[in-house]
C-alpha cells in the first residue's frame, strides 16, 4: 500500500507547493485544448506546448517558478492526465495549498491537500511532441477585457458555428451570420485597453475553439490578441499575478469564395 | 455583414429601451402558453392575445408604454420567436438596458445590450389569428399570493395530473386527490387580500397549465382569482409596477359522472 | 375528499411536531440505506431499525421525544415510504414546523406545513421484519469529524470501488488503491477526537456504502468509529443536538488471499 507519511523527499527530482486556484488556473486553460499534456521542468519554471488532435490551436505555457510557493525541479519531463489532476483540485478549496513531488523511483507524481495523499502514474512522454510554435508578425494589437470577449462568445453561441474577428483602427468586432439573425460585439477604441492597426483587418474563425479558450480565462483579464487577414489570431495573457503566461494561436477558417 | 454601427433610426416603426429584467418578466409569463407570439403596437403601448395549441388556455397582456425607458411606435404588428428573445435576455443581468428597434426595411428586430448587437429576423403575422378572449361573470373572486400558489402547486406535483379549485364564503382552497395520497392548500379569509363569493364554488383545471403560470409570476405579486362552478377561471395580475397587465383564462377539466 | 379543516385530533395514537430541518436530518441518513421504514413508536420516542436489501449494512435509529417541538404517541408502528416523505420535505424550508398525525381509521399519516395539508397512505408493516443488531466487541475506537471523512471519500471516489480503514495506536487511515493510482486519508491522533486501540486493525469495505451513509451525516458531527481486523465497522453519531441517535453497521469485505 502506498505510504502515507512520507515527508518531503529531499532528492526528488520536482517538488513544490502552491495556492489551488493557481493550479486550477493552470488546468482550465491547458484542458481547454488537450487531455493529456507533458511539462518540461527545468530550475526556473515550467513550460508546456501542446497542439490539439485537429492542429487547429496551439498553446504555450511558461509557469515561473514564483508562480509557486515552493518550486525544486532538477531538468526534466512529466507527463499528466488532466482528468486525473482535476481530480485533485476537487480536494482542496481555493485557498487549499496542495504539494507535489515527483517519485522517480516508482514513476508517480504524488499530492497532498489537508490530511489528504494522492499518487498518480505519469505518462510516457517519448510518443508526446513538441510543436513548433510558428513567429507571426501580424498587423493588428488589440487589447480587451476577457469578460467583454465572454459576453461576445455568449451572444454567438446559437447563431453559426464560426466567428469573424476584425480591427479597424477605430474599433474591435466579433460577429457572427446565422440564416436568419446575426450577433455583433463592437467595442470603440476608447473601451480598449490597447488598439493599433493602420488598416482594417480581419479572419474568420472556428467558434468553438475560440468560446473554449475564452471560457477558460478568468475574468478581469486583460488578452491581447494580434491580428491579420486570414492569418491565424494570436491570444496572450497572464493569470497568477502574472506569473503564468500563455500564448494560443488558433488557425484561420479561410473562405473559398 | 449587419453594421453594427448604425445609431437609433428616428424613422424606425418601433423603437423602445427597458429595463432587462421588464423584458424576462413578460417573456416568461408568455412562453408559460405559446413559443411565438404576435404583439400589436400602438403608440400608447403593446398588447398581444394568444392562445395555446389546445385550445386549453388563452393569455391577455397588455404593456402600457410607461412599462418601458423610452417607447415610440407606430401601429404596427411584431411576431416574436420566444426562444430568440430568451437567448437575447442571456447577454443581460437584470440591471442592464435593453434597447430594440424595429429595422422595417430588412424585417428584422435589433436589440442592443451594452456593446452587443443581435439581429433577428420578425415572424410572418399574416397566419397568426387574434383570438377573441371571453368576457365572463364569475361568482367568486379571490386574492392570494403568487407564493402561497406556488407552495400550493409544487405539492401538487406528484399526486395527480388535475387539480381541484374551490372558494367558499370562509376559505380558499386547493386540492389534489392520487390513488393513495391527497393534498390540499387551504387558506382562510383572514391570510387572502380578498374573498367574495356567497356560495361554495369549485372547479377542476389541468395541474400544467395551472402550474406553468403560476411559476412565472414573480414571488410576491398578488394574483386576483375570478372562478365559478364548472367555467374557466381567470386569473388577473400585474407585474413591473403595475405597468403590464395580465389576464389568464384557464378551461376546466369537466368529470362526467 | 380528504377535510383540510381537521384539528389535531386528541385521540389520535401519533401526533407531532418537530423542525423540518429535523426531519430532513433523519430522512437523509435513513435513505442513504432503504427506500421504506418502519418506524416502532413509544410514548418515550420513536425507533427504527433497517438492513439494506443485500444484507451489507445495518442501521439503528432512536429519536428521543426531546427531538420534537410536541410528541404524543401511544405503542404503535407506522411504515413510510421516504420518498414521499422527502416530498413532503419540500414543501417547508429549514425553519419550518412540520406537524403529523396518525389518522388510525383511514390509515393514513398526515403532515401539515405551513396551509398545505398533505396525506399519505402508511405502509403495512407485518412483512416488515426487525433485523437483530449484533452485539459487537471491537479493538479499536476512533473519533473524527464528518468533514474530514467526507473529503477522504471524495477522493477515494474514482480510484477504487472498495476502501481499507486502518487504526494504528498514532494514526487514523482510510486508503483506496487502484491499478495505477492510490489515494490516502491519514489523521494523527492529535487532530482526531478520540483514539484507541492497542494494535493495528483494518477491514476493508464496499465504498459506496461507506460513502452514501458518510455524506448524509451533517458536516460537524463527530463521528465515532468501532473498528477491527476483517470485521464489520460501527459508526456512531447523533443529529438535531444529540436527540438522535444513529448507530450504523458496515460489513466488511472479505479479500481471499
Request: charge should be negative; charged fraction near 30%.
Amino acid at each position: 500500500m502506498f505510504d502515507t507519511e512520507t515527508e518531503t523527499d529531499p532528492d526528488a527530482q520536482f517538488s513544490a507547493e502552491l495556492k489551488s486556484e493557481t493550479l486550477k488556473g493552470l488546468v482550465n486553460i491547458i484542458s481547454a485544448l488537450v487531455d493529456e499534456v507533458k511539462f518540461t521542468l527545468t530550475p526556473e519554471g515550467m513550460t508546456l506546448k501542446a497542439v490539439d488532435a485537429a492542429h487547429v490551436a496551439m498553446i504555450e505555457m511558461k509557469v515561473e517558478k514564483e508562480a509557486f510557493i515552493r518550486y525544486h525541479a532538477e531538468d526534466c519531463e512529466i507527463g499528466i492526465d488532466l482528468d486525473k489532476l482535476k481530480s485533485v483540485l476537487r480536494l482542496a478549496s481555493g485557498v487549499d495549498v496542495i504539494r507535489m513531488e515527483q517519485d522517480a523511483e516508482k514513476g508517480k507524481l504524488i499530492f497532498k491537500v489537508g490530511n489528504i495523499t494522492r499518487a498518480m502514474t505519469v505518462l510516457d512522454t517519448s510518443g508526446m511532441s513538441d510543436p513548433k510554435v510558428p513567429d507571426l508578425h501580424l498587423k493588428a494589437s488589440i487589447g480587451i477585457s476577457s469578460d467583454e470577449l465572454k459576453r461576445g462568445i455568449s451572444a454567438a453561441d446559437t447563431i453559426s458555428d464560426h466567428v469573424s474577428v476584425k480591427a479597424t483602427p477605430e474599433r474591435f468586432i466579433l460577429s457572427c451570420e446565422g440564416d436568419t439573425d446575426s450577433v455583433s460585439l463592437s467595442v470603440g477604441k476608447e473601451s480598449l485597453a490597447e488598439l493599433s492597426t493602420d488598416t482594417e483587418v480581419c479572419s474568420l474563425f472556428p467558434l468553438d475553439y475560440f468560446s473554449n479558450i475564452i471560457k477558460a480565462v478568468p475574468g478581469g483579464t486583460v488578452i491581447h490578441i494580434e491580428l491579420d487577414n486570414d492569418y491565424p489570431m494570436k491570444l496572450l495573457f497572464s493569470i497568477a499575478d502574472r506569473h503564468v503566461l500563455v500564448n494560443y494561436l488558433l488557425a484561420p477558417r479561410i473562405e473559398s469564395d
